[in-house]
């Protein structure tokens, strides 16, 4: 069993940063596929960013070039920098993860069958 634990959310001015992280527990943390979601009100949860095991990552096209995800297996710990944020970027940010490594599906950023979700860190963006 993993627990996900996310800090780092808060208000920012469009443009500005911020730094997610995501704390993983209970399970071999080298192991796990893990990921960044989103969601804002009335809009449909998507997936914004994800790292393997290898450390090979995925992003979605919203975020490509903005948004860098990182893994510190000696830490237990995932990370989202985000740069240059936007007033669209406002939403829930959810850390999850799936045992074993990614699968097709969540590398590809489909929510199907992750494992395990983390409670949530709000990110407010002003412009």
């Known amino acids: 069993q993993v627990q996900l634990v996310e800090s780092g959310g808060g208000s920012v001015q469009a443009g500005g940063s911020l730094r997610l992280s995501c704390v993983a527990s209970?399970?071999?943390?080298?192991?796990?596929?893990l990921g960044w979601f989103r969601q804002a009100p009335g809009k449909r949860r998507e997936g914004v960013a994800v790292i393997s095991t290898q450390k090979r990552t995925n992003y979605a096209k919203s975020v490509k070039g903005r948004f860098t995800i990182s893994r510190d297996n000696d830490k237990n710990t995932a990370y989202l920098e985000m740069n240059s944020l936007e007033s669209e970027d406002t939403a829930m940010f959810y850390c999850?993860?799936?045992?074993?490594?990614?699968?097709?599906?969540?590398?590809?950023?489909?929510?199907?069958?992750?494992?395990?979700w983390g409670q949530g860190t709000q990110v407010t963006v002003s412009s």
């Open positions: 999850v993860a799936r045992r074993g490594g990614c699968s097709v599906s969540l590398y590809a950023l489909e929510a199907a069958d992750v494992e395990y």
């Open positions: 209970g399970d071999t943390f080298s192991s796990l596929c």
